[in-house]
C-alpha cells in the first residue's frame, strides 16, 4: 500500500475548487484564490494539490510513528462522512458537536467517556433490570447523548496527535484547543476561512458533499499508509494476519478508472 494518489481533474469533479460569494470571503485568503466567475470566488487548484499532498505526509508520519488521529467534523453534510473515514481506518472522530475543553480539559473529558462506559455495561448486561421504567429512560438518554458528544473519542486513551479538521470556521474551538496544547492541524480552508493557527491548510470547498468525501478518503487512505509503515517497521507480517488490511480506493478514482475502461481501442 502506498500513499494515495490524487489528479487535479478528480478535484475539479469533486468541485473543490468552488469558494463562497464574493461578499463572504476573508481577505486572508487573497494568495489562494485564482480569480471570481459569476460572483464566487475560484479557489486556485495549483496550490490545493501540493498543500493536500503535504496534509496527507503529514498524518502519514504521524500515525507511521503510532501517534492518534482525531478527524474533526460537524456541519451536517460531513457529519456521517467523517465518522465513516475515521472508523474505516480505525481513528477518533467528533462528529456531534465540540464540547468546550475537549483537549484542554482532558481530565473532565476522561471522567465522562468513564461514564460513557459504565452506562453502557450497565445496559448491555441488564445491570438496570431493578429500576423503575422511567430511570432507565433517564440512564438510556445520558447515555445517548454522551455517546453522540463523546463515542468516536471513547477509546481514544489521551489526547490526539495531529486534528483533521473539515470547515475550520464552524470548529474555530478545535483549531483554538489544538493550538493551546502545540498540537498540528490538518484543515480544509474556504475562501471564508482564516488560515491562522493551521499548520498543514488544504485551500478548497468545505460545503460539497463530494468534496468532503474526497478529502476524507485521501486522509483515512494516508492513516492506513502509516499503520502499515509502522507494523512493517516493527517486523510484523501483514499477510500473516488472520484479517487481511483493506485497501481502500476512493470512489472518485474508481469510477475514472471505469470510464477509461469503457473507452474503444
Known amino acids: 500500500m502506498a500513499l494515495p494518489t490524487f489528479t487535479m481533474r478528480q478535484l475539479v469533479e469533486a468541485g473543490v475548487h468552488f469558494g463562497h460569494n464574493t461578499r463572504r470571503w476573508n481577505p486572508k485568503m487573497a494568495p489562494y484564490l485564482f480569480g471570481v466567475r459569476n460572483g464566487i470566488h475560484i479557489i486556485d487548484l495549483q496550490q490545493s494539490v501540493p498543500m493536500l499532498h503535504r496534509g496527507m505526509q503529514a498524518v502519514r508520519d504521524v500515525t507511521a510513528a503510532g501517534g492518534r488521529v482525531l478527524f474533526v467534523g460537524t456541519k451536517r453534510q460531513a457529519s456521517e462522512i467523517v465518522a465513516e473515514s475515521a472508523r474505516r481506518c480505525g481513528q ?38 431493578g429500576l423503575t421504567k422511567k430511570e432507565q429512560l433517564n440512564l438510556t438518554r445520558e447515555r445517548d447523548k454522551l455517546e453522540r458528544a463523546l463515542g468516536g473519542i471513547k477509546e481514544m486513551g489521551g489526547l490526539p496527535d495531529v486534528l483533521f479538521i473539515i470547515d475550520t470556521n464552524k470548529e474555530a474551538l478545535a483549531v483554538q484547543e489544538a493550538n493551546k496544547l502545540g498540537i498540528p492541524v490538518v484543515a480544509v480552508i474556504d475562501s471564508n476561512s482564516d488560515p491562522q493557527g493551521i499548520s498543514f491548510p488544504i485551500p478548497g470547498n468545505d460545503d460539497a458533499i463530494r468534496a468532503i468525501q474526497t478529502y476524507c478518503d485521501l486522509m483515512s487512505g494516508a492513516v492506513l499508509d502509516g499503520i502499515q509503515a509502522e507494523i512493517t517497521r516493527g517486523g510484523g507480517d501483514l499477510g500473516a494476519s488472520a484479517e487481511a488490511p483493506i485497501e481502500q480506493i476512493p470512489e472518485i478514482e474508481a469510477a475514472s478508472a471505469s470510464e477509461g475502461a469503457a473507452q474503444p481501442v
Open 92 to 129: 477518533y472522530f467528533v462528529n456531534h458537536r465540540w464540547l468546550g475543553g475537549m483537549l484542554t480539559n482532558w481530565k473532565t473529558i476522561s471522567q465522562s467517556i468513564r461514564r460513557l462506559r459504565e452506562l453502557d455495561e450497565q445496559l448491555s448486561t441488564g445491570a438496570l433490570s
